[in-house]
């Protein structure tokens, strides 16, 4: 029996830092670095993972809460950078020296272990991606931050997903009753702004498979959400399909890690 895997540990999430680190047998990567340099190396500690064996660092888009230490962190670490144009752009990366960059639906392969797939999605004044990644056993698991709303691009890929991360940002009535002017909760609940729980629910929904194992919740608000009022309304949408597992991210993090595997 050989058995293959992806191992998933969300080290934070929400609007105060996202990062997220997936292993296989010889492979680190993180997806985000939005702590401060100190805090990333804290929380890779807490995993247990030397820092100086990051190979890659992938920076969804340019937003402070996913962006932070990217470039600090791949000098210091001697791990690649990678980010699309447009996102290196607007952090003043240069595209040679800092970073390498990739176009949308252009897979990137990190030491023929983990291959990763950019999918644009909508999300304010930034050129956002989801990331599919696989590690070649079939298994694939999809990265799913700050978005107004899932393109049918996006859904199609999440359709093949054995793993899920995905944000579940804001309770409707929460955000709605809330102290945020309205001019912020309009941003936030509009096409550029963050999915909500039933907004999340519905996506879940849709593109629910036999083979999804597993679900994380993540990017709650503190102040328009809490984990059992998302983990409830997706799962009264998803219960009679999904027989998998379903875990929140908080920002304190890193508290579980996932393993996505298949035994050859
Ligand atoms: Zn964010
Ligand atoms: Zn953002």
Known sequence: ???????????GS??????TLLESDD??????CGFSLKQIEKRLS?????PGLIDAIFVTHHHGDHSKSALMASKKWGSRLYCNIETAMKMGWNPISD?????????VEVRNEISVLPIPIPHDDAENIALIVSNGDGNRAGFVTDLGEATVELKRHLRGCTHISIEANYDHSKLMQGPY???LKRRISGRGGHLSNSQTAEILKEIMNPGLKSIVLCHLSDKNNAPHIAESEVLMRIADEFKGQ???SEQSGPDFKIDVSVEK
């Open 1 to 11: 029996m050989f058995v293959m895997g992806l191992q998933i540990t969300h080290l």
């Open 14 to 19: 929400g609007s105060r830092g996202n990062s």
């Open 27 to 32: 492979c680190k990567v993180l997806i985000d």
């Open 46 to 50: 807490r995993a247990e993972v030397d």
């Open 99 to 107: 970073c390498r960059t990739f176009g949308s639906l252009e897979r």
């Open 181 to 183: 002017p309205d001019s």
């Open 246 to 248: 379903i875990f929140i």
